[in-house]
């Protein structure tokens, strides 16, 4: 089982910055996929970042420029850096992993118990 605990949700103004974490724990051989999704008031979980073991980085187009995410393998931790924070960006934000329990073995994947971002104009 991995356990996820997410950090650096908050309240700021437009314009301002955060920095969300969330770090894997628990019994796995690898963690291969980390990405963070959100979720607004009345609408659905939706990506809006993702990188790969090897560092590869996607980004959902109107996040891009502005939000950075990168991991911390060794820590099996994910950041995102938000800049230039827009009111839009208000949600609730969640990490997700993919993980192995065995080399070659299947996949699972789990999610963080969510942070909330909100962004005042």
């Known amino acids: 089982q991995v356990q996820l605990v997410e950090s650096g949700g908050g309240s700021v103004q437009a314009g301002g910055s955060l920095r969300l974490s969330c770090t894997a724990s628990g019994s796995f051989f690898s963690i291969n996929h980390m990405a963070w999704h959100r979720q607004a008031p009345g609408k659905q979980r939706d990506l809006v970042a993702q990188?790969?073991?090897?560092?590869?980085?996607n980004y959902v187009d109107s996040v891009k420029g502005r939000f950075t995410i990168s991991s911390d393998n060794a820590k099996n931790t994910v950041y995102l850096q938000m800049n230039s924070l827009k009111p839009e960006d208000t949600a609730v934000y969640y990490c997700?992993?993919?993980?192995?329990?065995?080399?070659?073995?299947?996949?699972?994947?789990?999610w963080g118990q969510g942070t909330q971002v909100t962004v005042s104009s």
């Open positions: 997700r992993v993919i993980a192995q329990y065995r080399d070659h073995g299947p996949t699972f994947q789990y």
């Open positions: 990188i790969t073991g090897s560092g590869s980085t």
